[in-house]
């Protein structure tokens, strides 16, 4: 049997860790990894770490799924490492345990449902630039008037103006600007 690992975060200084730390102990977590920070941030050093440690066998156990997970989709993939590396998973306060057949089914099923969301979205964006191109439409940004690109690069042929007061003075932003430039 392999070793138990916890991982407790939560989200601003003032957010206490005691709660999370004495389930994740009573859980049987002999190490565990703490960390303090905001769920969308995509650093987690702490997790990292976690993922590091762990191996064949070994258990993850989080007081509840956004602890560990930024999004469903973090979930997925981090389930989905788990799932790889022959790590079980368990969620003390979801009811989840990946080492029996109910937690290997939710996983399974929520993978599936974001897969299905992704190729929902990919239709509707699909579908949204046909039915724009039957319109006439391109997509994309507006094409800058090649007239005003032509005035912003005499200006900066004449070396008399900066690429800032180009822009300012044509309209052209900086970026369509070096473009042009590189084009020459």
Do not use: C, W
Not at 113 to 135: F, H, N
Not at 147 to 172: F, N, P, Q, W
């Amino acid at each position: 049997m392999g070793k138990i690992f916890g991982y407790a975060r939560v989200s601003t200084q003032d957010q206490n860790l005691e709660l999370q730390m004495d389930a994740l102990q009573k859980a049987g977590a002999a190490v565990i990894y703490k960390e303090k920070i905001t769920g969308t941030k995509k650093e987690r050093s702490e997790l990292e770490q976690l993922l590091k440690a762990i191996s064949e066998g070994d258990t993850v156990v989080v007081y509840k799924l956004d602890r560990i997970s930024r999004s469903t989709k973090h979930l997925i993939e981090l389930a989905e490492t788990f799932e790889e590396r022959k790590v079980n998973f368990v969620s003390i306060r979801d009811n989840i345990d990946t080492s029996n057949a109910m937690g290997r089914f939710f996983f399974r099923t929520m993978a599936s449902i974001a897969e299905l969301e992704r190729d929902i979205i990919s239709e509707r964006t699909k579908a949204g630039l046909q039915s724009a191109r039957i319109r006439g439409r391109k997509g994309g940004r507006p094409v800058k008037d090649p007239k005003l690109v032509e005035r912003a690069l005499k200006l900066h042929a004449s070396k008399e103006y900066s690429i800032k007061e180009i822009s300012d003075m044509t309209g052209v932003s900086k970026s369509v600007l070096y473009r042009a430039i590189e084009r020459i």
